[in-house]
């Protein structure tokens, strides 16, 4: 049972460039979940999904990104118009229940530079 | 903010000595969750504990929860040199985990 996977696992881009970051959930999951981790930072969650419904997107900021779970393939987050202060590494977890009764399982996550 | 605390930020220890770790938070939760992620690298799934319990063991592992304080720790027994990495805890309620800032551990050979 393959774990969560995430690619690309690095990814440059030039400012004003789209960053499109990818996240498969474990197999049975059918909930997911984006966090975004700054350099020596913990982890800070921006939007929970479940197939092709947005749950809470409190986290994600206004302008600029974007979150998809469609019924078939993976979870998109979508960045447009980068900015060096996106540079991040962003983090998918997938859990079999949204119900906070189950752990979440996080991928290896995508590391975006912005140059 | 949201944001969980954890203490100390940075740990250093010998190999074989035990090693435990704070977290506080600031909501109401469903449960808490232990993660490991070593330098560069994902984060490893170690332990959850429900709201209701007070006390879990995995393993070298023991998490205690006390909501009245809306405090957790974890310690480690026995370390050993590949324990060494950084240790977050995150608190749930709505789904979504909350994180704190993470306590690196070092244990020396």
């Known amino acids: 049972n393959a774990g969560v996977m995430q690619n690309p696992r690095h990814l440059v881009r030039r400012r004003g460039q789209e960053a499109r970051l990818r996240c498969s959930p474990m197999?049975?999951?059918?909930?997911v979940y984006w966090y975004r981790q700054l350099p020596e930072e913990g982890l800070k969650f921006m939007v929970y999904?479940?197939?092709?419904?947005?749950?809470?997107e409190s986290g994600m900021p206004k302008e600029r990104f974007s979150a998809e779970f469609p019924k078939e393939g993976p979870s998109i987050l979508r960045i447009q118009q980068v900015v060096r202060g996106d540079s991040a590494a962003y983090f998918c977890a997938s859990s079999q229940s949204g119900t906070d009764k189950g752990e979440q399982y996080f991928g290896p996550g995508t590391r975006l530079t912005v140059t | 903010s949201q944001q969980g605390e954890e203490d100390p930020q940075a740990l250093s220890i010998q190999e074989g000595e035990n090693a435990t770790m704070n977290c506080s938070y600031k909501?109401?939760?469903?449960?808490l969750q232990w993660y490991r992620q070593n330098s560069g690298r994902g984060l490893v799934h170690l332990i959850l504990?429900?709201?209701?319990?007070r006390e879990k063991h995995s393993g070298r592992l023991r998490v205690t929860l006390d909501t009245s304080k809306k405090s957790s720790s974890l310690l480690i027994t026995a370390s050993r040199a590949a324990d060494t990495a950084s240790y977050f805890c995150?608190?749930?309620?709505?789904?979504?985990?909350?994180f704190g800032q993470g306590t690196t551990l070092q244990v020396k050979p």
């Open positions: 999904l479940q197939k092709e419904n947005i749950i809470d």
């Open positions: 504990i429900r709201s209701n319990e």
């Open positions: 909501t109401s939760i469903n449960n």
């Open positions: 995150a608190s749930s309620n709505t789904g979504k985990l909350i």
């Open positions: 197999k049975g999951h059918s909930h």
